[in-house]
């Protein structure tokens, strides 16, 4: 068995580019890569929102009301309903006023275990150096 | 020698970065690497076939066949595409398209990956 | 880890760089990022090469641009072409960065 760990950074906010959108689905996408490795073999995705970045996790998000397009945050609640590892930088956070109350912290109207992890950067750069390639956005 | 997985999500026209990434593709074949390329979002465009070249316009058609023929393996994420209505009938001979996870499995036994995708 | 991170553009809307604590980091300036080894804004160098790093800029891209290796304002900024990206890819980092 083998496992091959990725870490998504999403350092800019979305909507303007759907880069960040492509983040998340891509990573959820490690729901059903097992279709092309062998048997035990896994792709594990982490995910941060560093920077600017933290700016998508801002919950309430009315992309579906406004534009009929799925919001990122539902991206984000998908990506805990894949027990996704989503973390979120604590000092970033706090340069915009914004605290854990502001974000997207759970998906329990989905049926979600995990939840958004709000930490401090050294954490986020635990986990780059923990995985074994790093996918900027 | 290794495995290069490449993940580029710019646009074949309106960016010079789709150019840096094929470049960079064909130097490490040069060098007996195997290369994986993944385009998404708007670098999709990359899959269309019959592309007319300008000089004003980025065109990777030739240099991407010439490639693909030393052994470059080039896939598009397909909703990508389908978005932008690039259909299977009018994509590149010898592009593949396949959903995301095609990707995350190509950075599974990758040695090095390098991914293009702030923007 | 060893991290070559590769830096397109001449303004950097992300301050990743400056967070990151690679034991090794290499600064590859490609595209519109090789204006940090050649330009100088009021006199000083970009803050970009401030870093505890290695440094390299595409000739190639230099070179579409109007610009020679002459025009690298810093002997720290090696000059390199694709196949050397290449070989610092496999040969000297672990860990690749596009900011």
Redesign the interface.
């Known amino acids: 068995m083998a496992t091959t760990k990725l870490g998504f950074i999403i350092q800019r906010p979305g909507y303007k580019s759907e880069n960040q959108k492509l983040a998340l689905t891509h990573a959820i996408a490690s729901q059903s890569v097992e279709i092309y490795l062998d048997d035990d073999d896994e792709v594990i995705c982490d995910v941060a929102f560093t920077g600017d970045g933290v700016l998508n996790c801002i919950k309430d998000q009315k992309a579906l009301e406004n534009y009929d397009l799925s919001s990122t945050e539902s991206h984000i609640k998908m990506g805990l309903l894949c027990d996704l590892n989503i973390l979120v930088c604590k000092e970033d956070l706090e340069k915009f006023g914004l605290s854990k109350s502001d974000i997207v912290i759970d998906a329990e109207e989905f049926g979600a275990d995990v939840e958004v992890k709000v930490v401090p950067f050294e954490e986020i750069n635990k986990m780059m150096d923990d995985v074994n390639h790093l996918l900027f956005f | 020698m290794g495995k290069l997985t490449i993940g580029c999500f710019s646009s074949l026209v309106g960016s010079m970065t789709l150019d840096w990434a094929v470049k960079l593709s064909g130097a490490a074949i040069e060098k007996g690497h195997k290369v994986d390329l993944w385009v998404s979002g708007n670098a999709t465009m990359l899959s269309i076939q019959d592309q007319r070249a300008f000089k004003d316009y980025s065109s990777l058609e030739k240099p991407l066949k010439e490639l693909m023929a030393k052994g470059l393996n080039v896939t598009a994420c397909e909703a990508c595409a389908e978005a932008r209505g690039y259909n299977k009938d009018n994509t590149m001979e010898g592009f593949k398209r396949f959903s995301m996870d095609w990707y995350l499995a190509s950075t599974f036994n990758a040695d090095r990956v390098l991914h293009i995708g702030g923007e | ?1 060893k ?1 070559v991170t ?1 830096v ?1 553009d001449y303004k950097i ?4 760089l400056d ?3 690679p034991e090794k980091l290499g600064i590859v300036l ?2 519109n990022g090789v204006y940090h080894a050649t330009t100088k804004e009021n006199g000083n160098p970009s803050s970009l090469l401030n870093h505890s790093a290695d440094y390299y800029v595409l000739l ?2 230099l070179e579409t641009r109007g610009l020679t290796a002459d025009d690298v304002i810093d002997s720290k900024v090696k000059v390199i ?3 050397d ?3 610092l ?2 040969n000297d980092y ?6």
């Open positions: 880890m991290l590769f397109s809307n992300v301050d990743t967070r990151l604590k490609v595209e190639n891209d072409g694709f196949g990206i290449v070989d890819i496999f672990d860990k690749t960065a596009w900011l």
